[in-house]
């Protein structure tokens, strides 16, 4: 078994379908998670909020990954418009900024899956129910078994995916069937007293962020041109649909918002529906968890191969070894090394590291929509946003807008971390210069 940096003709395998699934579970992943939207600001904003926000922030994001996405279908994605818009330097930043969110994003999957565990076979446990021991020894097994998914091929995390996906949107179609006939609608007007808009608008802004993933797995995408577009309005209608239904769902049963925390639907699915019901929201939560982890794993890790491929990274990181793994084995087992060191964080603080890279990253992937279009104006765009420069601009400031307000209420200890990050970024930037081949990543005729 000869190892390859991509020599030889790759065939791309990941359709519409199956990419509606890697994003839909990029983005969300299901509503297990979205309690505290219901928490921070009641059930009639919420819903109001979710059907607002996606204009603002989903379809924008949405609708430059589709832009930019078709117009240099690589591994890679999102590195080789910054490097076309404003060079290799600004290109290998981003990259580090995308890979450690990603990184930082997969490691919570791990956590929700213990708590699943936990709460499922030993509910109400004391420690030495779920002794850290047994808690690391989970999430260990269920990240090298996702890792195990992930090495046979973007194929097959495409079917996994699409498998998890029916487990998670099942539950939710059966509790609103369960629900409907006990809805009272004036519990939707009922404020929270918790009120929190920006507690709320960073969770709303987490469970739909991540539409440009969909970019970093552009070589294996069959006919990108027609496969991305698709897929994001696909995807988009699965992301949204789920949310406001269990939050309509469970708030009219049950207006007690302020008593929203993670896992709640569950408690709610099971006082309503009985214990097969609750059992069926778990393991909709536990499918969720192991969705998430297979699409943030991928994206990262492909996106490392395509940095790799274009020569910003050393190019054994873009090996596969095929016949048997067709796929970026290095980056792979390096995002899972890095997952395993991130278990014990708290859930916490890796959230919200997360969250302030990513908005960084994707600043800057607005600036390089907005200055290619000024820059290169005939590059050839398959699918191009129907708005002149100027009126793009105004579009894109909403989004760019709530990464912004993202950034400035970040809590000190966040700004400090990722400031490190991006400073060691800076730093690996400079060597990174020194030792590399000169030529660019991609090219922009």
């Not at 629900?179 to 007007?189: F, V």
């Not at 709320?200 to 969909?214: K, P, Q, Y």
């Not at 793009?392 to 950034?407: D, K, R």
Request: with cysteine.
């Amino acid at each position: 078994m000869v190892a390859s940096p991509r020599m030889m003709p790759h065939k791309a395998s990941v359709g519409v379908m199956a990419l509606a699934g890697i994003l839909f579970f990029q983005v969300s992943g299901g509503p297990f998670g979205t309690e505290g939207l219901v928490r921070d600001g009641g059930a009639i904003y919420s819903v109001i909020g979710l059907l607002i926000l996606p204009f603002l922030w989903s379809f924008p994001v949405g609708l430059m990954t589709a832009e930019l996405g078709t117009a240099f279908p690589k591994d890679g994605g999102y590195v080789l418009w910054v490097e076309a818009a404003f060079g290799r330097e600004w290109a290998f930043q981003t990259g580090i900024w995308a890979w450690t969110s990603g990184i930082f994003d997969t490691a919570l999957y791990p956590v929700l899956f213990a708590s699943f565990v936990q709460s499922t076979l030993w509910p109400g446990s004391v420690p030495a129910d779920f002794s850290p021991a047994l808690r690391g020894l989970v999430m260990l097994g269920f990240s090298a078994l996702m890792t195990l998914v992930n090495l046979l091929g973007l194929e097959m995390v495409g079917i996994a995916n699409q498998v998890f996906g029916a487990c998670v949107i099942a539950p939710v179609g059966i509790l609103v069937a369960v629900c409907l006939p006990r809805i009272k609608p004036s519990n939707w007007l009922r404020p929270s007293p918790k009120f929190n808009p920006i507690g709320w608008v960073n969770i709303a802004m987490w469970n739909l962020s991540g539409w440009d993933a969909a970019s970093t797995i552009g070589d294996e995408v069959v006919d990108p041109s027609s496969t991305i577009p698709r897929a994001l309005g696909w995807a988009t209608v699965l992301v949204t649909a789920p949310y406001i239904l269990t939050i309509l769902a469970a708030a009219g049963v049950d207006a007690d918002f302020g008593t929203y925390h993670n896992g709640r639907f569950n408690s709610v699915a099971e006082a309503q529906g009985g214990q097969w019901l609750g059992g069926l929201f778990a393991l909709g939560s536990a499918a969720s968890a192991m969705g998430m982890y297979l699409s943030d794993s991928t994206t990262t890790s492909y996106l490392i191969s395509g940095m790799s491929e274009g020569g910003l990274l050393p190019p054994f990181l873009a090996r596969r070894f095929p016949p048997l793994f067709d796929t970026p084995v290095i980056p792979i087992l390096a995002v899972f090394a890095c997952v395993t060191v991130l278990l014990h964080m708290p859930f916490t603080a890796i959230l919200q590291c997360e969250n302030f890279l990513y908005s960084l990253q994707l600043l800057i992937e607005i600036a390089a929509l907005i200055k290619l279009r000024y820059s290169h104006p005939d590059l050839p765009r398959p699918f191009k946003i129907p708005l002149g420069t100027k009126p793009l601009i105004a579009v894109m400031m909403m989004p760019a807008g709530l990464c912004i307000l993202q950034l400035v209420t970040s809590e000190h200890q966040t700004i400090l971390l990722s400031g490190v990050i991006v400073a060691i970024g800076g730093v690996l930037g400079v060597i990174n210069s020194r030792i590399r081949d000169p030529h660019k990543y991609t090219e922009v005729q």
